[in-house]
């Protein structure tokens, strides 16, 4: 594909309140995945994960996390992820930083366009009541503020996040701000007059006031309620207790003009405890390489032979076939020379002999060209149903939130919902667990297979995060051979070319007896991946009977 031009950054914003829940990786969740796959860059607060979760990827995102440590109770509480897409990783450079309620990362105003560096901070500031919040020896937004004044001499801001403050729709800059009548010096930097904002949460409460005057103080204007797709200034946040706006998206004033949009999504109760995902769109001018600016031509890789317990006399009785037989005499009379090409023909037709018994009696997964992720095997229908209510019942709840029926409703079937999903996922360990008690010395196999399913190992296969012709590229300039060294290379080609010709022993000359091949296959272990040529060990194995003497050369 050819290198895309592209006019805009797609950025998303989301407190999930955890990654991982009982049962629950959304991570690998496809309602989740789809989401947040059309971003460039994609900021998550309050992760409760630690370093040690084993994410490295999460869909088509690079995954990076700023973690808390563990707390008292030996749990995760609060967390960062950036998410980054390959195209925009190499020039979006994270920032040095010693707190982990936030987190500082710097855009490259070469690549994406922009005038002047972007400098973006996302953050969770915890509840002011929060026992965490008390024992901080300094406060978020100082630290926050601190930055700002070091980051703005280098480029233009851009906060997002969980602010745990309401704002109501106080202003947010100096409402007729003009050097002209006011007696300041020349470089005070006048507010501009720009369009104030809305709110459908009309409360002010003291952290909501502080906010307000970090924003004039250092000229930020909130998106929320102000730009195109949020203009009413939608809510962020929907508990029992209430709605309210929590979270906002921040830039200086100079870059206001450069936003595109500005979106706050409906509440998703499955994906998030109570906050909306917010998104944004910032002007920029950069170009995303294709896909495949090299031509590549690869191999296509056939599925293996599915090999169960009955696959062995299926596989002998083939290869005892009219067939196969005929085959296989062929193969005898054929004569081989002490020639490369008379080897290599040889060879392919006993791999053929092999290929055509296991079409005949093996069985192949189906290849399938889909992406999709399966829900988990304990997600069963009737959990399917009640997540469906639940999902189209919290549309309704977004639009009506004060309506006392409709929330009543909604936090009965989000604690239905919850209920039913941990009794689920319960059912199905403790089944897991009974099959177990019986199968360690019947079948040790599916025993294994059941412990990687409790231990819940992922199974599948991910798609590598650099493409192809970034390591053809990568390999190709490792491998490169300097004119400095082009003589001496000439030099030990030939030597090497002179001692292969030479014979300086002959110990392997001699024949290849049946007795050498026959103990040579019995040291071959069953259930391993074959090569590129399909042929197992289990068929080499069961099939020795019948070819051994093939095995054996006069050559």
């Known amino acids: 594909m050819p290198k895309s031009n592209q006019s805009s950054v797609k950025f998303g914003y989301w407190n999930i309140g955890g990654l991982f829940s009982k049962g629950m990786n959304k991570a690998e969740d496809p309602l989740f995945l789809k989401h947040i796959e059309n971003y460039d860059i994609v900021f998550l607060v309050e992760t409760h994960v630690g370093y040690n979760s084993q994410i490295h990827n999460i869909g088509k995102f690079h995954y990076h996390p700023i973690c808390r440590k563990l707390s008292n109770n030996n749990r995760h509480f609060g967390g960062i992820a950036i998410l980054q ?20 990362i710097k855009l490259e105003k070469s690549f994406f366009g922009f005038k002047s560096d972007l400098f973006i901070c996302v953050l ?3 509840p002011v009541t929060s026992k965490y919040t008390q024992e901080l020896s300094s406060d978020v937004f100082e630290c926050i503020e601190k930055d700002i004044f070091q980051y703005k001499k280098m480029g233009e801001i851009l906060l997002c996040g969980d602010f745990n403050a309401r704002i109501g729709s106080e202003n947010d800059f100096i409402v007729n701000d003009d050097s002209k009548f006011t007696p300041i010096f020349d470089t005070y930097p006048t507010d501009k007059n720009i369009m104030t904002r809305k709110s459908r949460d009309q409360k002010i409460d003291q952290r909501g006031k502080e906010v307000l005057d970090f924003c004039i103080s250092k000229q930020i204007r909130i998106l929320n309620g102000r730009v195109l797709g949020d203009t009413f200034g939608n809510f962020t946040c929907y508990t029992p207790n209430g709605a309210s706006v929590v979270d906002y998206v921040a830039v200086s004033e100079e870059i ?39 031509p590549i031509q690869l191999k296509n890789m056939t599925p293996n032979y599915i090999w169960t317990d009955c696959s062995a006399i299926k596989f002998q009785e083939t290869l005892s076939s009219d067939t196969l037989q005929n085959y296989i005499l062929e193969f005898n009379n054929s004569t081989i020379q002490f020639t490369q090409t008379s080897v290599d023909e040889a060879s392919s037709k006993l791999s053929n002999i092999f290929l055509s018994a296991a079409n005949l009696s093996l069985k192949r997964p189906l290849k399938k060209h889909t992406n999709k ?64 008690d019986s199968l360690h010395e019947e079948n040790p196999k599916l025993y294994w297979n059941l412990i990687n399913e409790l231990q819940e190992k992922n ?97």
């Open 256 to 294: 206001l003009e450069n936003v595109l949009y500005f979106k706050v999504s409906r509440f998703i109760p499955t994906l998030s405890d109570c906050h909306c995902k917010l998104e944004w769109e910032l002007s920029a001018k950069y170009c995303v390489p294709g896909e495949n600016d090299i």
């Open 85 to 104: 897409k390959s195209h925009v990783k190499p020039h979006v450079k994270i920032l040095i930083n010693s707190n982990p309620d936030y987190q500082w």
């Open 124 to 126: 969770y500031n915890p």
């Open 373 to 436: 992720q399966k829900n988990k095997k304990w997600f069963d229908a009737s959990l399917q149903q009640a997540r469906t209510n639940l999902l189209n019942y919290g549309k309704i709840y977004s639009r009506f939130p004060y309506d006392p029926i409709i929330k009543n409703h909604f936090y009965k079937l989000n604690r239905e919902y919850s209920k039913l999903r941990k009794y689920k996922y319960k059912q199905y360990k403790q089944s897991l667990i009974s099959q177990l």
């Open 459 to 555: 199974e599948t296969k991910k798609k590598c995060g650099v493409q192809p012709s970034t390591l053809i590229s990568h390999f190709q300039k490792l491998s490169q051979l300097k004119g400095e060294f082009q003589s001496r290379y000439t030099e030990l080609c030939e030597k090497l070319k002179q001692l292969e010709n030479s014979k300086c022993f002959n110990e392997l000359d001699s024949f290849i007896t049946e007795s050498e091949i026959s103990k040579a296959i019995s040291h071959l272990k069953c259930n391993k991946s074959s090569g590129l040529d399909n042929i197992s060990n289990n068929m080499i194995k069961n099939g020795q009977t019948f070819l051994l003497k093939k095995f054996s050369t006069d050559v």
